[in-house]
């Protein structure tokens, strides 16, 4: 009879007995001493938004959240940084794009169909002397202009008189701008059409001006016109020294000198500017007297004769009346001067001048109902 093994090795040496097993070592979780990983969407949002494309970088951003809470992932500051700055970055780059597709839409709804405006589309700066043009609208005071020009035989909106260029330096201001191109304007027409008379009533003098922008960014081109948008006209305007006889040209230019002094009567009344209208009487003395001298030549000839000595006659009693105008002391006395001045010029006496010179004796509105005689209608100014 066999007897089974004892449960327990006996003591001693020389016994062996497989040891019993290692008790249990409970080590630390797979990931201890490791962070979580950094999402990598929270990353690439921060540098889309500040970099290249915000619009992206809101969308990573967002991403970016989702799995950190979903993986228990690292960089949720860093995805809520990227969606701010993405979330401001394109907030400024929507109000800058909507701002320029304003402007640029709004140009361009200026433009209408090529059917609704005759004309090529011309740059405003390859406009020359002598050449015709329409607006859209027929509106030459609008800023969002576009010239289309076109032949002066067809119906036009406006002939170019003049085109110069400003002096150079900062903006000038609007003041100067004003004066300076009502004065260099009338010039420029009176050169360009100048029996003034045989204008239509309809024809106004505008001019084009560089804006403060324009300015700045070098545009120093000044374009004087005759615009005739509110008719239907056709045909050019331009009667200048080329087409009319010497002596023409002669009388003209001593008419137009004196409807250009006339004109530039003071803006400031006479009881705040005495000193100023002063100087104006002396200026219209001048050239009154300039005329005087063209006609002292003529008084000989038998076309003319007649008409240049009727009109020295008035020329004397208005200049008379200039010259006690510019020593006046007190407004009131300037004033009576100035009324007697321009009751001493009759328009019947310079209608039969003109017309033993041939040219116009159509008596033309601006004259008739020209403010305080000033000879001329108010300039129109497009900038």
């Not at 970088?57 to 690292?74: H, N, P, S, T």
């Not at 800058?96 to 059917?115: D, S």
């Not at 406009?127 to 032949?151: H, I, S």
């Not at 001067?337 to 040219?359: F, H, M, P």
């Amino acid at each position: 009879m066999s007897t089974p093994p004892p449960q327990h090795p006996p003591a001693g040496p020389g016994h062996s007995w497989p040891p019993p097993s290692p008790p249990p070592v409970w080590g630390p979780p797979p990931s201890y001493g490791h962070p979580p990983a950094l999402n990598g969407f929270a990353l690439a949002s921060l540098l889309v938004g500040l970099l290249c494309f915000p619009p992206l970088g809101i969308v990573f951003g967002v991403v970016a959240l989702v799995q950190i809470a979903r993986k228990g992932e690292r960089g949720r500051a860093l995805a809520v940084a990227g969606l701010v700055v993405s979330l401001l970055t394109t907030a400024v780059l929507t109000v800058g794009v909507t701002r320029y597709a304003e402007h640029f839409t709004g140009a361009l709804g200026g433009v209408p169909a090529p059917e609704e405006v005759e004309g090529r589309l011309t740059g405003m700066d390859e406009l020359r002397v002598g050449d015709c043009f329409n607006v859209p609208g027929g509106d030459l005071l609008d800023e969002a202009r576009f010239t289309y020009r076109v032949g002066c035989d067809r119906v036009h909106d406006a002939e170019v008189t003049s085109a110069t260029t400003l002096r150079p330096g900062p903006y000038p201001g609007k003041g100067w701008l004003k004066e300076t191109s009502t004065d260099t304007c009338w010039k420029a027409q009176d050169a360009y059409a100048m029996d003034s008379w045989a204008l239509p009533d309809y024809a106004e003098m505008f001019y084009f001006t560089p804006s403060p922008d324009g300015w700045q960014s070098g545009d120093r081109r000044l374009l004087c016109l005759v615009g005739t948008s509110t008719q239907d006209h056709k045909g050019s305007l331009r009667k200048d020294a080329g087409m009319l006889t010497p002596d023409q040209v002669t009388l003209l230019s001593a008419l137009n000198t004196v409807d250009q002094a006339l004109g530039r009567a003071p803006e400031r009344d006479l009881d705040e500017a005495l000193g100023e209208h002063q100087k104006w009487a002396r200026g219209v003395d001048e050239a009154l007297a300039a005329e005087e001298r063209v006609l002292q030549g003529v008084t000989s000839r038998e076309a003319t004769g007649p008409a240049a000595v009727a009109q020295l006659k008035e020329l004397a009693a208005a200049r008379k009346e200039w010259q006690r105008a510019a020593r006046a002391t007190r407004p009131a006395d300037f004033q009576r001067a100035w009324d007697a001045a321009l009751a001493a010029l009759s328009v019947d006496t310079e209608k039969a001048l003109r017309g033993s010179y041939g040219l116009s004796t159509r008596v033309p509105q601006w004259l008739e109902s020209g403010p305080g005689g000033s000879g001329r209608g108010p300039s129109v100014e497009s900038v």
